[in-house]
């Protein structure tokens, strides 16, 4: 079983959609929890980073974390198309001094206008 | 603000070449720096990390090494391809003890 489990997708929307992503862990130990938005051929880059259970708002992004259940998702209101890309979740876990970053393989999300 | 640069953007190198990939960070000090390689559905699986100068942790036996010969630079190295280096090789950065993680533009690598 992976650490971290992501549907890889991809996920068609249209325009204005609300859109709904998510991740799952096996890992207690993950303390800290990230969204990065890929664009095909670039570096990811980073979109929400959470570390309590609850959610965090930034601008039409909602990240949300469910440490009971080990469950983490990203929330994106009104879609657009430059939101199409693929999103990657991730979570860290103190290993000897420095946070190891563990991620998911991604989900590819095309919004459609 | 801090910066990131690698490159080059885009190699194709021959089986047995060697290789030399550089990633610089600027308006930071001490960083944590990485370097991740990403394969199609595969996410991105981390090669190097060095906390400092000199100190360069490997997560994966492979054909590769990593060197940080100054504090704001990583690079990646290899005496020999294979074709199984073939990918897309991320660099990216972090302040100490922290998990958010900066990423450069990447290099797609292909070896023929």
């Known amino acids: 079983q992976k650490e971290v489990e992501q549907d890889p997708g991809p996920l068609s929307v249209p325009e204005g959609a609300i859109v709904s992503l998510n991740c799952t862990y096996s890992n207690s130990a993950f303390q800290y929890f990230m969204w990065y938005r890929q664009y095909s051929r670039k570096g990811p880059e980073l979109l929400m980073y959470?570390?309590?259970?609850g959610n965090k708002e930034d601008g039409r992004f909602t990240a949300q974390v469910d440490k009971s259940s080990k469950y983490i998702s990203l929330f994106i209101r009104d879609s657009q198309p430059s939101d199409s890309a693929t999103y990657l979740c991730?979570?860290?876990?103190?290993?000897?001094?420095?946070?190891?970053?563990?991620f998911g393989t991604g989900t590819k999300l095309q919004v459609i206008p | 603000s801090q910066t990131i640069h690698q490159w080059p953007a885009t190699l194709v190198q021959p089986v047995g070449s060697p290789l030399s990939l550089e990633c610089t960070v600027e308006?930071?000090?001490?960083?944590?720096l990485y370097w991740y390689r990403q394969a199609a559905g595969r996410g991105l699986q981390l090669l190097f990390y060095s906390v400092g100068i000199g100190q360069i942790s490997s997560e994966v036996p492979q054909n590769l090494s990593a060197s940080r010969p100054q504090d704001r630079q990583f690079i990646l190295s290899s005496k020999k391809l294979l074709l199984s280096d073939s990918g897309f090789y991320l660099c990216?950065?972090?302040?100490?003890?922290?998990?958010?993680?900066?990423f450069g533009q990447g290099t797609r690598l292909t070896v023929v």
């Open positions: 990216a950065w972090s302040a100490t003890g922290v998990a958010e993680a900066f």
């Open positions: 991730a979570m860290s876990q103190n290993s000897g001094g420095y946070q190891k970053v563990t």
């Open positions: 308006g930071t000090s001490n960083p944590n």
């Open positions: 959470t570390y309590s259970s």
